[in-house]
């Protein structure tokens, strides 16, 4: 195993991929540094002496600047780094687009496909409150009728709480509605149980009205404020949803039917080395076989959004990621925060310096794809191969929202490590082998073995592998720990 890595020839910085100590001699080809301080493993170090105001470069870009002079060996990072990026800015079409060549190798998975053509991995019975009134109900609910009918050849059921639905206006108001809808749309269930009080402000039959097509064979309705005894009329419904659903059969479908969320939580110095990468080459590699992918976190795009810039399909796919960037920077002003503050103290713990380097290496998750639609909140899928998604960086608020643009699994890359889980399987994929071997029921997939002894070629076939196997029905930690949430955009007022 190599101990650091340059990760571009023009980066005058190397990142430790184990601890090392001070005094250790680095020997990069003819070139040898001698360590001044010890780096923990992800931190960095100086190639070479860096003036002060000097680009900090990695990937091949800057990542800050030098606030005093850092000398050769030393330890690079907040204390003597700081972020160029500052405001809103201006942006020109500078089209650069990358073409995907990989044979079709016709990758099957056994999937549910509904009604109206959409294809889920789960087969699952969902409650999903109106308002986060109705909660404890839903789970009274669910545990009577689980005594009741002990339910068989279904995958889980699941009430996906929330604390919304009530005393919200404008944006947060609709926000929970479409989310909501979203779900109770989702392939992932073959039953919903849609469950509201009868005063809230997302009143049932409103949220009807603006649902939309839905298999009404598979959605019912309850107002708990109309009827006497609610909780065995809940259990009535999901009775009558287990019978429509318990006979639903997995049948071959192929990948090109797969859509995935890509995120990042916990990042540390080694996400834009091994997991982030891992998910860009499968990105490319499933949109090369008619797949698609999304890639969200719009405030971890600051930085690096000129690479996705040029990566539009064309000028209007160009002005909407312009508007995605802008807008989201505009709702930090309006709200009278800084913009930049970025990176967590996590972050910064496993490596991270800057809002740009975490940027650089966020997203790469999305490969090297043509970008061909931007998404709002709340919006579900339309084009096949690589989107963007407005949503914050936040881990469940961003999970959740790809879950409802369609996604029917989210992989998640992680170097601190995270139990939580969204609507849909969310799988965690380690930016190292410690955090894996440490927290085995937490990590899904290690990619720390791609600065071991694993390629990226080898690494990539062992996760398509593990991808059609999740979609086949094998669980992943998040289900297995029953950690299964959603969490909802919330930007305005609570009355």
């Known amino acids: 195993m190599k101990s650091f890595i340059k990760i571009n020839e023009t980066d005058n910085v190397v990142v430790a991929l184990t601890d090392l100590k001070n005094g250790e001699i680095i020997e990069l080809g003819d070139l040898q540094v001698v360590l001044q301080e010890e780096i923990k493993r992800g931190h960095k170090f100086a190639l070479k002496e860096i003036t002060q105001g000097e680009h900090i470069l990695k990937y091949g870009a800057p990542i800050g600047y030098a606030t005093q002079t850092i000398a050769k060996g030393h330890w690079v990072h907040s204390h003597n780094t700081k972020t160029n990026l500052e405001g809103v800015s201006e942006y020109q079409f500078n089209q650069k687009l990358n073409e995907l060549i990989a044979e079709n190798r016709n990758l099957n998975f056994d999937g549910y496909r509904r009604r109206n053509g959409s294809v889920g991995i789960r087969n699952e019975l969902w409650i999903v ?11 009274m609910i669910i545990e009577k009728f689980k005594e009741e009918v002990k339910p068989e050849g279904i995958d889980a059921i699941e009430v996906f709480k929330h604390n919304y639905g009530c005393s919200q206006l404008g944006d947060d108001h609709k926000n929970t509605k479409v989310i909501l809808g979203d779900v109770v749309r989702h392939p992932n269930a073959g039953g919903v149980l849609v469950l509201g009080l ?10 009807k009205e603006d649902l939309g097509e839905y298999d009404q064979d598979r959605v019912r309705f309850l107002i708990t404020q109309e009827v006497g005894d609610e909780v065995q009329e809940g259990v009535n419904r999901l009775k009558d949803l287990y019978e429509e659903m318990k006979t639903d059969k997995r049948e071959v479908v192929s990948i090109s039917e797969l859509k995935i969320g890509l995120k990042c939580g916990g990042s540390d110095g080694l996400s ?3 997991a982030n990468p891992l998910l860009g080459v499968f990105s490319d590699f499933l949109i090369s076989q008619g797949g698609t992918t999304i890639l969200t976190e719009v405030p971890e795009m600051f930085g690096a959004e000129n690479i996705l810039m040029g990566r539009a399909e064309n000028e209007d796919v160009f002005d909407k990621t312009v508007n995605l960037i802008n807008d989201f920077k505009q709702y930090f002003i309006e709200h009278k925060q800084p913009i930049y503050e970025n990176p967590s103290p996590g972050n910064k713990e496993g490596g991270i310096t800057t809002l740009e380097e ?14 061909v639609d931007v998404l709002k909140y709340g919006e579900t899928l339309k084009k096949k191969g690589l989107n963007l998604l407005d949503a ?4 469940l608020v961003a999970a959740t929202a790809l879950g409802a643009s369609g996604c029917q699994i989210v992989l998640f890359t ?21 955090i894996y071997n440490l927290k085995p029921h937490w990590i899904d997939f290690n990619a720390g073995t791609l600065v071991e002894n694993e390629t990226m070629e080898e690494a990539l076939e062992r996760f398509i592998e593990y991808i059609i196997e999740v979609a086949n029905g094998k669980l ?15 930007t305005g007022v609570t009355l």
Do not use: H, M, W
């Not at 939580?420 to 082998?433: A, C, R």
């Not at 297995?480 to 919330?490: A, M």
């Open 272 to 274: 834009g080395i091994t």
């Open 392 to 395: 914050p960086g936040n881990d």
């Open 358 to 371: 975490k940027s650089l290496g966020c997203t790469q998750k999305g490969g090297i794809a043509t970008v």
């Open 198 to 207: 009868g005063c809230e402000n997302n009143y049932i039959s409103a949220f």
């Open 414 to 434: 992680t170097g601190r490590g995270t139990p939580f889980g969204s609507f849909v399987p969310t799988i965690k994929i380690s930016t190292n082998s410690a």
């Open 129 to 139: 409150p109106t308002v986060g009134c109705v909660n404890g109900i839903a789970q």
């Open 476 to 490: 992943v930690n998040n289900e297995k720990n029953n950690f299964r949430e959603i969490s909802i955009f919330k």
